[in-house]
Structures are given as structure tokens and as C-alpha cells.
């Protein structure tokens, strides 16, 4: 397995600094007339102003603002966070040892950086806050869902883990809260075919050979709400959402399904009612058998009326 290179620059809020690397046919006069065209949403002034104060780096230090193009190099540079609302929920810690943290993470907040959540995600926080710089997740929840998600501490173990979950050799339980149909029956199985396509914010089934498969069990019932036991036996993208809301119960809270709704990134009110239970499997390393269980609760079943206003 090829190495990564060690970024020449320190990790910042956690995060590693963004590495571009120069085309080997390029034809520009400097560095800095390469990365005003190829950052057009960066403005050229504040290309100036990271060149002028040291903030963009080869292996060899910070690069003069008349540098020229080196074709086939490197640069490294931190990118500007952009603003964001504060996630106001914390994660709380399941299990610690020297290789491995699970967590529970909240509702409303990314497991990972993506698009516009950088700082508000579970791993730039666990970074900064238990001063784990090399942590990285082994799979990921939806920003809207709640519960369990493995870290690995040591890196020399994190293929081990995140190989676990490729191969779908880790038992995931989860628990929805949605509309009781007294005309289900269940357990039952439900298998769909789900495709999700780059730049559509949705996945959505269509015909032909399943690819997603879910065990669903109602646990209990009352005032025309269910709980909902969730055994995803594959991991497509919505599949739980997708599969309850197949069957005639979406999840309470679900923005996605049956309608697209465009929630306000500081609305923190009626989360998804989804939450991932357990985690189980044997570990790689150990070969002994790992179970890890959630502390938290889905509101909307016991406290209603709170979830609700």
C-alpha cells in the first residue's frame, strides 16, 4: 500500500490542509497564476494575501507570491471554514480503548466535513476535544440521524475496521418512530432496488434486481405511533427512510421522504426519528466478540408532546 504524504503544514481545527498538485503539462508563468485559475471561487486577493503571509507551502516552505510553476509539484494550504451554525448537542462517549471510540452522535450533526459543515462535524470536534489527531470514522450516519458511530484511534488498525464495515460484517440495529398501520403485519422483510445519483440530494428505488434489503419489527404501539425495530442488511444511501416510507410509515421528522422540505440549517426542532441502536461484531484485531449499545432515546416517544412543539 502506497504511503500517504505527510503534509507539510500542521493540522488546523483538526483538520489536514488541502493538497493540490500541479499538472505535469502546465504553461503558467508562476504558482500563483495556476491557483487563480484553478480556485475561481477563491478571490485572487486572497491568493495574494496567503502567498504574502506564508500560507501556502511546497516540501520545501512557504512559496514567494512570483514562484514559478513547477509542473508535476505540490502545494499544501488551508482553505477558508466557511460560517456555520452551531450544533447545539453533544456527543457523548460509549467505549474508549487504545484502538478504538464509539460515540453517540447527535441528531443535526455530520459525522464527517462535508460541503458547508466542517468544524460543527463529530470528527473535528473529537479531534480538538480529546486530542485524537489521527482519528478516523470506520462508516458514517446521516447528519439528520442519531446514535453509534466507531472511531479508530490507532492508525495502524484502521483498515482492519473500516474493512469491516465494506464487507457488511458489522450487525447495525436501529429504531424509527413512525405511524402504526394495524394492517401491517410484522416482522417483514422489505427489499427495493435504490439508486442514488451524484448531485440529487435524494436516492429513490426503481425497478429491477433488489440491491437494499431491511428487516423491519414493530416493538410497540400506542396513540397511532409505532417503535420500530430497523435490521438493514445492506447499507444504500435513505435505505431505511426509503423502505419505511414504501411501506406507508415515513419516519417522523424525515425532511426527505415522502417530500423533499427545506429545512433551515439552524432549526434544530423535530429531528429524524431515527436512531442506530447496536453495533456489533468480532474484532479483527482481538477476534473477540464487540457489542456496543446506545444511551440515547427517541423523543417522539418519550416525550411527545415535547418532539411535537
Not at 88 to 106: G, I
Request: hydrophobic residues 40%.
Amino acid at each position: 500500500m502506497r504511503r500517504r504524504q505527510k503534509p507539510p503544514l500542521p493540522k488546523r481545527h483538526g483538520l489536514d490542509p488541502a493538497r493540490l498538485r500541479l499538472p505535469e503539462d502546465g504553461t503558467w508563468a508562476t504558482i500563483r497564476d495556476h491557483l487563480v485559475e484553478r480556485l475561481p471561487r477563491v478571490p485572487a486577493a486572497r491568493i495574494d494575501e496567503l502567498l504574502a503571509e506564508g500560507g501556502i507551502v511546497d516540501l520545501s516552505g512557504p512559496i514567494a507570491p512570483d514562484a514559478p510553476y513547477v509542473p508535476g509539484g505540490a502545494v499544501w494550504f488551508h482553505r477558508d471554514l466557511p460560517e456555520e451554525t452551531s450544533v447545539p448537542f453533544e456527543l457523548t462517549v460509549v467505549h474508549r480503548d487504545d484502538a478504538l471510540l464509539v460515540v453517540d452522535k447527535p441528531h443535526f450533526l455530520s459525522t464527517i466535513p462535508r460541503g458547508q459543515h466542517i468544524l460543527q462535524t463529530a470528527l473535528v470536534r473529537l479531534r480538538q476535544d480529546l486530542d485524537l489527531p489521527d482519528l478516523v470514522p470506520a462508516h458514517r450516519l446521516d447528519r439528520a440521524t442519531a446514535g453509534l458511530v466507531l472511531f479508530v484511534i490507532d492508525p495502524a488498525r484502521r483498515g482492519a475496521y473500516q474493512t469491516l464495515f465494506h464487507r457488511r460484517e458489522v450487525a447495525k440495529r436501529y429504531e424509527a418512530i413512525a405511524p402504526h398501520d394495524p394492517g401491517l403485519r410484522f416482522p417483514r422483510t422489505v427489499r427495493s432496488r435504490i439508486i442514488k445519483e451524484r448531485n440529487i440530494i435524494r436516492a429513490f428505488e426503481v425497478d429491477g434486481e433488489p440491491n437494499a434489503e431491511t428487516l423491519v419489527e414493530l416493538l410497540e404501539h400506542r396513540g397511532g405511533l409505532g417503535r420500530y425495530r430497523l435490521t438493514p442488511h445492506t447499507g444504500r444511501t435513505h435505505q431505511l427512510r426509503l423502505h419505511m416510507n414504501g411501506l406507508g410509515l415515513p419516519i417522523l421528522g424525515d425532511d426527505f421522504f415522502p417530500e423533499l422540505t427545506d429545512r433551515a440549517v439552524d432549526d434544530f426542532t423535530r429531528p429524524l426519528q431515527l436512531l442506530a441502536t447496536t453495533l456489533e461484531f468480532t474484532d479483527p484485531v482481538t477476534h473477540e466478540p464487540r457489542r456496543f449499545e446506545t444511551t440515547r432515546s427517541l423523543r417522539a416517544w418519550v416525550d411527545p408532546e415535547g418532539w411535537a412543539g
